[in-house]
C-alpha cells in the first residue's frame, strides 16, 4: 500500500511538472558579433535558467566548484529578483515624480526612499557573487574576478550612482538645480521592469494577447507619465512673478483659474499634467492647452516629434496582435501545441528538454540559418553552403585525403545545427541514422559501463566528428556523447551520406581506413577495430560485385566511371571470378578491351579453374578468344586430358574445335592414360576423331592396357574410323623412319605407388595399425608378399588377398592406380 502512494504521489508531482511554464529570454543585440564563426555566441548566459528547466542540472553544473556563490537556480535569489522587481517599479514610477514634484523628499516619503535604495545597494553586492554564462563557451562562469570584471564593465556604475542620496546632496549644494539632474540616472532601473515584460510576452501561461496589450498601456503610461512630471517641472523652475506664462499658470478651464497652482492639491496637479501630456501626444499637439513660452514650446516640439514615434509604435504592435503573424506568437503557438504533445504522450523528461531546448534556439532566426535561405534556388544556397562550412568540412580528420569533388558534394547537403551544454545528441548503444561534425564547441563521448558508472571515453574539438562508426560499419553507437560547450554541428544524414559513398567509392575506402588509423593502440577499440576492418572488407567485396555486375550487364560507361574512380579491374567476388571472366562470358568485347587496357590479369583463374580465355571457348565468343591469345591468354587447365576425354565423351564438336584451335593438347591423358582420341573412336564419333588427327592427336598411343586408338576402332568394327586411323598410322609412322613402333609411339609407363593397409576398409581404423606404401612391382603375388613382409604378418602370402576401398578385389596390377589405398585382407587360417 505504502509503494502503491509513493507511486502515485511520483506520477501526481511529475504530471504537475509538465504543467510548468516553459519561458525564453530574448538575446541581447549588443552581444551579435560580426564574425561567422562567432555567430553561436549569441545567445544570453540565463537561457534556460528557468528552474522548470529540469534538464538542466544546477547542482551538477557547480559540483566540485569551491568558494562562495549564488547559483542562478537559487529560490531564495529568484524571490529576491521578484524583490527588486517590485522596486524597480517604485523607483521607475517616482523617480520622475520627485524630479518634477519636490524639492526635496518629503517626510513620509523619506523612509520608503531609504529602503529602495538600501535594497538597490544590496543587490549592487549581491551580483558580485551569482554565477554567470560565458557567451562564448557557454560554461558557468563563478571566478570572482571574471564576475567583477563583468559587472563592473557594464551596470555596475549606473547601479552605484542610482543608489546615491540625491535629495540629500541636493539640500547640501545649496539647492542647485544641476544636481538635481542626476537624480533621472535611477531611470536606469526600468530595464528589470523591461525584462519582466519580456518574459511575461513568452510564459505560455499568460495569454500572449493580455501580455502585449498591458506592456503597451505600461509604455505608454510611463511615457506620458514622465512627460507629464517634465511639463510640470518646467513650469515650476521659472521665478514666482513669471509663473502666469506658463502652460498650468495661464490655464483657465470654466470658472477656474490655475493662477497660483501651487496651492492647489499635489494629485489635482499631477492630474492636470497628465492630462497635458496625454492631451498633447493624442492630438500632435492640437488642443485647449498649449505651450505658453519658449522652454515649454521646445520641448513640445520635442515632445510632438517623440509621440509620432511612440504612436507609429503602439499602432504597429496593435496591428500585429490582430493580424498575428510575429514571431514570438509563432514560438508560443509551437511550444504549446508541443507541451500539448508531450503530456498527451507522457514523454520521458529528457526528451522533453531536448525538445524545448531546440525550440528555444530556433526562436532566433540568426542562429538557423536554413530558414533565412529556404527559399533561394538550389544552385545559390549551394554556393552558399560552400562558402559558409567548406573550410570546416577540409579540416574533418574522417575525410583526410578525401577528392575535392566528394567534399563539394558533401558540403552541399550538411544542415546546421546548434545543442546547448548538457543536452545529450546520441546514446550509447542506439541506432544512429545521422552523421556530426563539429565547427565550434566542446563535446565528451562517455561510455556507460556495466555497474552504472560513467566513464569519459575522449574530448571532441572541432573538426572531429562523431556517429560515424555506427554509420560506416552498421553497428550501434559505441559511446554516449554529450554537449560540454554550446556546441555548432554540421549534420549530414546517413541516407545522404550512403547515397555519396557510392558515387566515390574510393573516398569511401579512405574514410574507412582514416576511421581504422589509431584504433588499433586503444583498447577499448579493440572491437570496433574488428568491426571496422570487416566491414572494409564487405566493401571490397561489394565494390568487385559491381564492377562485375557492370561487366555482365555489359555496361561499358559504368564500368569506365567505377574504374576511373579508383576500382580495382583484377579485384574477384565470391567466386573468384573478375570483370574479364563475366565479359569474355557474355561476349562484351568493348568490356574486354577496355579491361585489357587498363592491365588486367589475363591468366587469372577462377574458384572452378576457368580462365578468361576458357570463359570466351566455352561460350563461343572466338573474338573476344582471339584477343585474349594475342595478349597472352592461356587455357590453363589442370587435368587437360580428363577435360577434353569429357568434352569428347559430350560429342561437343564445337567445344572441342575452339579447345584444340586455341591450344590444348589433343594428346592428353586421362587416369587410364586414355586420350580424347581413345574415348571418339570407343564412341564411333568419327567427325570429333578425324577432328583430333587433324590437330595432330596420336594413333599409336597407349592407354592402360595397352589398347591404341587404332585398337579402339577396330573393336568397335567402324570401317570408316579404321581407314581414317590406319592412314593416319601410316603418317604418322613415317614420320619416325628409324624408330620401331614400340619405341616410338609407346610411352614408358610411369612407376606408380600405393598404401596397403592391415585391416578391413570397412571397420574403424585402427591408429595401431600403421599402413604401408609400396611401389607397385609387376605381379600381385609379389605385392602381397611385400605387404605381409612390411606389415609383419605372420601368415604365408597364399592366404592373402588384396582388396579396394568398395571391397573389390585386386587381381592384377595394372587395376592399381598411382597413390590408391588398398587392404591386405587374410582369408584362411595359416
Known amino acids: 500500500m505504502r509503494s502503491e502512494i509513493a507511486r502515485r504521489s511520483t506520477t501526481v508531482e511529475e504530471a504537475e511538472e509538465r504543467r510548468r511554464e516553459y519561458r525564453v529570454e530574448d538575446l541581447r543585440d549588443g552581444e551579435r558579433l560580426g564574425k561567422r564563426r562567432n555567430v553561436f555566441t549569441l545567445l544570453e548566459w540565463d537561457l534556460g535558467l528557468d528552474s522548470t528547466h529540469r534538464g538542466f542540472n544546477t547542482d551538477k553544473v557547480f559540483d566540485g566548484i569551491k568558494g562562495f556563490y549564488i547559483p542562478p537556480q537559487n529560490r531564495w535569489y529568484r524571490t529576491w529578483e521578484k524583490v527588486i522587481l517590485v522596486w524597480a517599479i517604485y523607483s521607475s514610477f517616482f523617480t520622475p515624480m520627485e524630479f518634477g514634484f519636490f524639492r526635496g523628499l518629503p517626510d513620509r516619503l523619506y523612509l520608503l526612499d531609504t529602503f529602495s535604495q538600501a535594497a538597490f545597494f544590496i543587490d549592487i553586492v549581491v551580483q558580485f557573487f551569482v554565477p554567470y554564462r560565458d557567451t562564448q563557451t557557454y560554461k558557468f562562469i563563478v571566478s570572482p574576478r571574471l564576475i567583477a570584471i563583468r559587472y563592473l564593465k557594464s551596470h555596475f556604475i549606473f547601479d552605484l550612482l542610482a543608489c546615491m542620496p540625491w535629495d540629500i546632496l541636493y539640500t547640501a549644494s545649496g539647492k542647485k538645480e544641476e544636481v538635481r539632474y542626476l537624480l533621472l540616472i535611477r531611470l536606469v532601473r526600468a530595464r528589470k521592469v523591461l525584462e519582466f515584460f519580456s518574459k511575461l510576452e513568452k510564459d505560455i501561461r499568460v495569454k500572449y494577447l493580455f501580455s502585449r496589450i498591458i506592456k503597451l498601456i505600461a509604455v505608454e503610461l510611463y511615457c506620458t507619465h514622465t512627460a507629464a512630471c517634465i511639463f510640470y517641472y518646467l513650469a515650476t523652475t521659472l521665478p514666482p512673478v513669471e509663473e502666469g506664462y506658463t502652460w498650468i499658470g495661464s490655464l483657465t478651464l470654466g470658472d477656474y483659474s490655475y493662477s497660483n497652482f501651487r496651492e492647489i492639491d499635489l494629485w489635482k496637479r499631477y492630474i492636470t499634467s497628465l492630462y497635458f501630456a496625454i492631451v498633447t501626444m493624442a492630438t500632435v499637439g492640437y488642443g485647449d492647452i498649449h505651450a505658453v513660452n519658449l522652454r515649454e514650446m521646445i520641448f513640445v516640439m520635442v515632445y510632438v516629434s517623440f509621440d ?18 510575429s514571431k514570438t506568437e509563432r514560438y508560443r503557438d509551437r511550444m504549446s501545441d508541443l507541451i500539448k504533445f508531450m503530456d498527451r504522450n507522457e514523454l520521458d523528461r529528457d526528451i522533453r528538454n531536448q525538445i524545448k531546448g531546440h525550440v528555444r534556439l530556433q526562436y532566433d532566426s540568426s542562429i538557423t540559418d536554413s530558414a533565412v535561405i529556404q527559399d533561394l534556388p538550389i544552385s545559390i544556397r549551394a554556393k552558399i553552403s560552400e562558402s559558409l562550412y567548406r573550410t570546416y568540412i577540409e579540416k574533418v580528420s574522417l575525410f583526410r585525403g578525401c577528392s575535392s569533388e566528394f567534399i563539394n558534394h558533401v558540403v552541399t547537403r550538411v544542415q546546421e545545427e546548434f545543442f546547448l551544454p548538457g543536452e545529450v545528441i546520441m546514446e550509447q548503444g542506439i541506432v544512429v541514422d545521422q552523421l556530426y561534425f563539429i565547427c565550434h564547441g566542446s563535446l565528451e563521448e562517455v561510455v556507460i559501463c556495466e555497474d552504472g558508472s560513467e566513464e569519459i571515453v575522449s574530448n571532441l574539438k572541432p573538426h572531429d566528428s562523431f556517429g560515424d562508426v555506427s554509420i560506416l560499419c552498421n553497428i550501434p553507437q559505441p559511446y554516449t556523447v554529450q554537449v560540454c560547450e554550446l556546441c555548432r554541428l554540421l549534420r549530414l544524414d546517413k541516407q545522404t551520406f550512403t547515397n555519396i559513398l557510392e558515387i566515390y567509392f574510393l573516398d569511401g575506402r579512405k574514410i574507412l581506413n582514416n576511421l581504422l588509423e589509431g584504433k588499433e593502440s586503444d583498447v577499448r577499440m579493440r572491437n570496433m577495430v574488428t568491426d571496422i576492418t570487416v566491414h572494409i572488407g564487405m566493401q571490397e567485396a561489394e565494390l568487385a560485385l559491381r564492377v562485375n555486375s557492370a561487366a555482365f550487364n555489359g555496361d561499358l560507361s559504368q564500368i569506365k566511371s567505377l574504374i576511373r574512380s579508383g576500382a580495382d579491374p583484377n579485384k574477384k567476388d565470391y567466386d573468384g571470378r573478375s570483370p574479364l571472366h563475366l565479359a569474355a562470358a557474355k561476349g562484351h568485347m568493348d568490356i574486354a578491351v577496355f579491361l585489357i587496357q587498363n592491365g588486367v590479369e589475363v591468366n587469372m583463374s577462377d574458384n572452378f579453374g576457368n580462365t578468361p580465355l576458357l570463359e570466351a571457348i566455352k561460350n563461343a565468343n572466338d573474338d573476344i578468344a582471339s584477343v585474349l591469345v594475342k595478349e597472352g591468354g592461356s587455357l590453363k587447365i589442370n587435368d587437360p586430358g580428363n577435360f577434353l576425354c569429357s568434352c569428347v565423351a559430350r560429342g561437343d564438336i564445337d567445344f572441342i574445335r575452339r579447345l584444340l584451335s586455341n591450344g590444348i593438347d589433343p594428346n592428353s591423358k586421362d ?24 590437330a595432330g592427336a596420336s594413333v599409336l598411343l597407349k592407354d592402360r592396357w595397352g589398347n591404341t586408338p587404332l585398337d579402339e576402332a577396330r573393336s568397335s568394327g567402324n570401317k570408316i574410323l579404321i581407314k581414317l586411323l590406319e592412314e593416319a598410322r601410316s603418317l604418322q609412322l613415317s614420320e619416325f623412319p628409324t624408330c620401331s613402333q614400340e619405341s616410338t609411339v609407346t610411352d614408358k609407363t610411369p612407376q606408380r605407388k600405393c598404401t596397403v593397409y592391415p585391416f578391413q576398409p570397412w571397420e574403424p581404423k585402427d591408429q595401431k595399425k600403421l599402413g604401408i606404401v609400396l611401389w607397385v612391382p609387376e605381379s600381385i603375388d609379389e605385392l602381397i608378399k611385400t605387404a605381409a613382409d612390411h606389415l609383419k604378418l605372420d601368415v604365408p602370402p597364399t592366404s592373402c588377398i588384396i582388396i579396394t576401398e568398395d571391397a573389390g578385389q585386386i587381381s592384377d596390377v595394372d587395376m592399381i592406380n598411382d597413390g590408391q589405398k588398398l587392404y591386405l585382407i587374410i582369408t584362411t587360417q595359416a
Open 671 to 694: 587416369y587410364d592414360f586414355r586420350t580424347p582420341l581413345h574415348v571418339a573412336t570407343s564412341q564411333g564419333s568419327c567427325l570429333i576423331a578425324k577432328l583430333l588427327v587433324e
Open 308 to 325: 509620432m514615434v511612440l504612436g507609429a509604435y503602439l499602432i504597429g504592435n496593435m496591428t500585429a496582435l490582430i493580424v498575428k503573424g
